[in-house]
């Protein structure tokens, strides 16, 4: 067999063994993806609280850090000025963004078995209620 002819047998054996590397690590990944799916459609589901103003003020948000719920009880209304009933409802907020954050860092942590992003790192979704808080918060200055 001339040099060229091993060269080409080399290269053949090389490109099957690397295909079938290719393919298991496409069906792993495939698996990966699956696991990853279900978590998130579980989390879409999956409520987490956070409370503001002593307890005042209690919100509520899905694994996708999306605001499903604000409690704000008439006793906040009575005690709390506009000022501090909009930084309770920020406050309660957090706490219940950094509770989903913390258990979906969890979660795909144990899916995937890699170590995921420190919650700090990971970067918030802007709040939904922001710009009416300011507007409250504006009001009392008029």
Same mark, same amino acid.
Not at 27 to 33: D, F, Y
Not at 120 to 138: A, F, G, S, T, W
């Given at each position: 067999?001339?040099?060229?002819? +091993?060269?080409?047998?080399?290269?053949? !054996?090389?490109? %099957?063994?690397?295909? +079938?590397?290719? !393919?298991?690590?496409?069906?792993?990944?495939? =698996?990966?993806?699956?696991? %990853? $799916? *279900?978590? &998130? /459609?579980? #989390?879409?589901?999956?409520?987490?609280?956070?409370?503001?103003? @002593?307890?005042?003020?209690? %919100?509520?948000? *899905?694994?996708?850090?999306?605001? =499903?719920?604000?409690?704000?009880?008439?006793?906040?209304?009575?005690? #709390? *000025?506009?000022?501090?009933?909009?930084?309770?409802? %920020? @406050?309660? &907020?957090?706490?219940?963004?950094?509770?989903?954050?913390? +258990?979906?860092? =969890?979660?795909? =942590?144990?899916?995937?078995?890699? /170590?995921?992003?420190?919650?700090?790192? &990971?970067?918030?979704?802007? $709040?939904?209620?922001?710009?009416?808080? $300011?507007? &409250?918060? $504006? #009001?009392?200055?008029?």
């Amino acid at each position: 067999m001339s040099r060229a002819d +091993q060269l080409r047998k080399d290269i053949l !054996a090389a490109s %099957v063994g690397h295909a +079938q590397d290719v !393919a298991e690590s496409a069906a792993e990944a495939a =698996q990966k993806l699956d696991a %990853v $799916n *279900n978590v &998130l /459609r579980d #989390l879409r589901t999956t409520e987490f609280t956070g409370e503001g103003g @002593d307890g005042l003020v209690i %919100v509520s948000v *899905n694994g996708m850090c999306e605001v =499903q719920s604000v409690y704000v009880s008439p006793t906040a209304m009575r005690e #709390l *000025n506009h000022e501090a009933l909009g930084t309770a409802v %920020v @406050d309660a &907020l957090g706490r219940a963004r950094a509770t989903a954050l913390e +258990q979906v860092t =969890q979660k795909m =942590q144990e899916t995937t078995g890699e /170590r995921p992003v420190p919650v700090e790192e &990971l970067k918030l979704p802007d $709040n939904p209620l922001e710009k009416y808080i $300011n507007k &409250l918060r $504006n #009001l009392g200055r008029s």
